[in-house]
């Protein structure tokens, strides 16, 4: 079945900093989605993003279907930008049900 | 417009124990889906319903069963609880265009279980 990878597993920054976390896919998809863990547990819906780039305030993420893979980028991370951040493809034949890669886990240091 | 709500919150029980969560949604669409976190991982679907009246098992169904009791509802149950059944668990339905499977879903809250 499909794989999804996300890196790094950890990033440690100080508020202000840049980031770029990565989502590898090892099969084309029909769409791709980002969620925001935060430190209470709820998932917020961040991108659904199956080709392109879009844009919501600080946070932008790109696909690049062709070549399987999403880039999350957050500018100017904040203290409540911490949690993990999820990517999640669909799978065709199990209902549209989501593969979730590992995470990544961000801690942004005030 | 709630989106999609979980019931109970949080939930401790010992083992043997049988209990259902309850997940509602709002959003008009055909399918919804249970999942489970456990620490340090994504989400693993345990079951799913592609429409009122029809369930199937997704990766980790075992100890598990399901009830779709309408559109809106779709409970989980767990007929006698076991130390690896703690975890938290999800609820999830795609969003407001009910004639499309893969578009974006839309998860509720979670129900956090603990089993001694």
């Known amino acids: 079945g499909i794989q999804v990878e996300q890196s790094p597993p950890d990033l440690i920054l100080q508020e202000g900093a840049n980031s770029t976390l990565r989502c590898n896919f090892s099969d084309s998809v029909n769409n791709l989605q980002w969620f925001h863990q935060n430190p209470w547990g709820q998932l917020i819906n961040l991108f659904y993003?199956?080709?392109g780039t879009k844009q919501n305030g600080r946070l932008s993420a790109t696909t690049v279907a062709t070549e399987r893979y999403s880039l999350l980028y957050i500018s100017s991370s904040q203290t409540t930008d911490s949690g993990v951040y999820f990517c999640a493809v669909p799978i065709y034949n199990q209902g549209g049900k989501l593969i979730f890669g590992q995470g990544t886990e961000l801690s942004v240091k005030p | 417009n709630a989106g999609v709500t979980q019931t109970p919150k949080f939930q401790v029980l010992k083992t043997g124990q049988s209990m259902t969560l309850q997940c509602a949604q709002d959003m008009n669409h055909n399918s919804m889906y249970w999942y489970r976190q456990d620490p340090g991982m994504g989400l693993r679907l345990i079951y799913y319903s592609a429409s009122e009246g029809t369930t199937d098992k997704g990766e980790v169904p075992n100890g598990y069963n399901v009830s779709r009791l309408n559109k809106r509802e779709f409970s989980l149950r767990l007929e006698s609880a076991a130390p690896s059944q703690t975890s938290v668990y999800f609820c999830?339905?795609?969003?407001?265009?009910?004639?499309?499977?893969?578009?974006?879903?839309?998860f509720g809250p979670g129900t956090r279980l603990t089993v001694l």
């Open positions: 999830a339905t795609p969003g407001r265009e009910p004639h499309t499977t893969y578009n974006e879903q839309f």
């Open positions: 993003i199956p080709s």
